[in-house]
């Protein structure tokens, strides 16, 4: 049996933050969908409306786009895995050849998941504009200054 229910945001992530959007979103969690214009809030209300299924959770932002769920231990197995990749890395979060005197200008974590991976590299780089993107909004409250993290699809234009 499926059902949708309503999950509110953890988060201050910009619902849905795309292009047009990002001049008048002020990005303030404290906002109500309501406020919103109508466009924004059917977008906002679009992805905090989780589909349950089995006693589980998945996005419902492009629901069925991708297979797995986005709940607490959905999420506790992606920190885990993160994990497992410092280890196997030597506890660097890439093995890029960037040179330690380069500056990065902007870091891109496409399927951001938890965000931990863009919240550590945000941390240990803090002159680097880091972006996280995912469909769904399951990213922490507290996060680096140098940080965002949006709910968009990539593989859409």
Same mark, same amino acid.
């Given at each position: 049996?499926?059902?949708?229910?309503?999950?509110?945001?953890? %988060?201050? *992530?910009?619902?849905? @933050?795309?292009?047009?959007?990002?001049?008048?979103?002020?990005?303030?969690? #404290?906002?109500?969908?309501? !406020?919103?214009?109508?466009?924004? #809030?059917?977008?906002?209300?679009?992805?905090?409306?989780?589909?349950?299924? =089995? /006693?589980?959770?998945?996005?419902?932002?492009? !629901?069925?786009?991708?297979? +797995?769920? =986005?709940?607490?231990?959905? &999420?506790?197995?992606?920190?885990?895995? %993160?994990?497992? +990749?410092?280890?196997?890395? /030597?506890?660097?979060?890439?093995?890029?050849? *960037?040179?330690?005197?380069?500056?990065?200008?902007?870091?891109?974590?496409?399927?951001?998941?938890?965000? *931990?991976? #863009? *919240?550590? +590299? #945000? !941390? $240990?780089?803090?002159?680097?504009?880091?972006?996280?993107?995912? @469909?769904?909004?399951?990213?922490? =409250? +507290?996060?680096?200054? &140098? @940080?965002?993290?949006?709910? !968009?699809?990539?593989?859409? $234009?």
């Amino acid at each position: 049996m499926t059902e949708s229910q309503e999950h509110p945001p953890d %988060n201050p *992530i910009t619902p849905g @933050l795309l292009e047009a959007e990002a001049d008048d979103w002020d990005g303030d969690s #404290a906002v109500a969908a309501e !406020d919103l214009t109508s466009s924004k #809030a059917s977008l906002h209300s679009s992805i905090l409306k989780y589909r349950e299924e =089995n /006693g589980r959770t998945y996005h419902g932002y492009k !629901d069925g786009k991708y297979a +797995f769920p =986005n709940d607490e231990p959905e &999420n506790d197995r992606l920190d885990l895995q %993160n994990h497992a +990749f410092l280890l196997t890395l /030597g506890g660097r979060l890439y093995s890029a050849p *960037i040179p330690k005197e380069q500056t990065l200008h902007r870091v891109l974590d496409v399927g951001t998941g938890t965000g *931990i991976w #863009a *919240i550590d +590299f #945000a !941390d $240990e780089h803090p002159e680097t504009e880091v972006i996280g993107v995912d @469909l769904s909004p399951i990213q922490p =409250n +507290f996060i680096p200054p &140098n @940080l965002i993290f949006e709910i !968009d699809d990539l593989e859409e $234009e």
